[in-house]
């Protein structure tokens, strides 16, 4: 998208941010699983998993409205976006907790807040290039 000085707005890194969240929770469930048994891994990958749906919700929602004459129609998008990532996550853990036996509660909530942390870290860093 350009404006008035010839410069460019760009796409917000969106992608590469669900790639490396979804690449680091694979991996460390992994480790998980091998080091601290199968039921330890599969929950950090169900909270992993939980963060990363409604990231993507969000994105999706968020992300597909473009130009500053559109500006209202991307903020009402927006907000849909993080009201459908709200409740998306608790609908996910609701089915994780009512479903899934055995479980590690412990585990749900590191793999969802270290996935978050992961979200604002990867934004931060490619946000400044």
């Known amino acids: 998208m350009s404006f008035a000085g010839g410069g460019t707005i760009p796409k ?7 790639a490396t969240q979804v690449l680091l929770a694979l991996v ?19 909270g992993c998993a939980t963060q990363i749906a409604g990231f993507a919700y969000f994105a999706l929602r968020a992300f597909r409205v473009q130009g500053a004459t559109r500006a209202a129609t991307a903020v009402g998008q ?5 009201t459908g990532k709200l409740v998306l996550s608790g609908v996910l853990f609701a089915l994780v907790f009512a479903l899934v036996r055995p479980i590690s509660a412990i585990y749900v909530f590191a793999g969802f ?12 860093v490619v946000g400044r290039r």
């Open 78 to 82: 927006m907000y849909l976006g993080v």
């Open 12 to 18: 917000p890194p969106v992608v590469r941010i669900l």
């Open 28 to 46: 460390l469930s992994g480790v998980i699983y091998v080091a601290k048994g199968k039921v330890d891994g599969y929950s950090l990958l169900l």
């Open 113 to 124: 807040i270290l996935m978050q942390v992961v979200q604002v870290a990867m934004a931060a």
